[in-house]
């Protein structure tokens, strides 16, 4: 009977090696996290990186301020013009947003998850101050940031 009890061990202890040596090797080649951007918005302005890699991403946001704020990511195509800029003509390109939130109160905070391709992408804040009727995107509650 000894010889069947060490053939036993042996063939568990090789698929023990196997199943162990098999989780090694997945656990090294898991995918990357999505990247994580903070943005945090005040009256009337966005903080957050110049630039961040291609690839999934989750937004972290914050309201800092003491209005509400809503804004939108836009890609902007190849030879677009400054955000800001694009905002100020009379007549203004359309562009299709790629995600956005409803209007975030004071100290409200937030995530959103998108695919980002590398270029260049427009952060607008859509809300409208009561007091005169004017977008915070025109008091200058837009930038840009840049995928590589």
Same mark, same amino acid.
């Given at each position: 009977?000894?010889?069947?009890?060490?053939?036993?061990?042996?063939?568990?202890?090789?698929?023990?090696?196997?199943?162990?040596? $098999?989780?090694?090797?997945?656990?090294?080649?898991?995918?990357?996290?999505?990247?994580?951007?903070?943005?945090?918005?005040?009256?009337?302005?966005?903080?957050?990186?110049?630039?961040?890699?291609?690839?999934?991403?989750?937004?972290?946001?914050?309201? /800092?301020?003491?209005?509400?704020?809503?804004?939108?990511?836009?890609?902007?195509? /190849?030879?677009?013009?400054?955000?800001?800029?694009?905002?100020?003509?009379?007549?203004?390109?359309?562009?299709?947003?790629?995600?956005?939130?409803? *209007?975030?109160?004071?100290? /409200?905070?937030?995530?959103?998850?998108?695919?980002?391709?590398?270029?260049?992408?427009?952060?607008?804040?859509?809300?409208? *101050?009561?007091?005169?009727?004017? $977008?915070?995107?025109?008091?200058?509650?837009?930038?840009?940031?840049?995928?590589?």
């Amino acid at each position: 009977m000894r010889g069947p009890v060490r053939l036993r061990t042996s063939v568990l202890s090789l698929a023990l090696g196997v199943a162990l040596t $098999s989780c090694h090797a997945a656990s090294t080649t898991l995918p990357k996290g999505p990247t994580r951007i903070a943005l945090t918005m005040t009256e009337y302005s966005f903080a957050h990186p110049a630039a961040v890699p291609r690839g999934r991403a989750v937004i972290r946001f914050h309201n /800092a301020g003491r209005v509400a704020h809503r804004f939108v990511l836009i890609p902007l195509p /190849a030879g677009f013009p400054p955000i800001r800029e694009q905002l100020r003509r009379p007549e203004r390109a359309v562009v299709s947003p790629l995600a956005g939130v409803v *209007d975030q109160p004071p100290d /409200a905070s937030g995530a959103m998850a998108v695919e980002l391709l590398p270029g260049r992408y427009g952060l607008v804040c859509y809300a409208v *101050d009561r007091g005169d009727g004017q $977008s915070h995107a025109l008091k200058g509650m837009a930038s840009e940031i840049r995928v590589r």
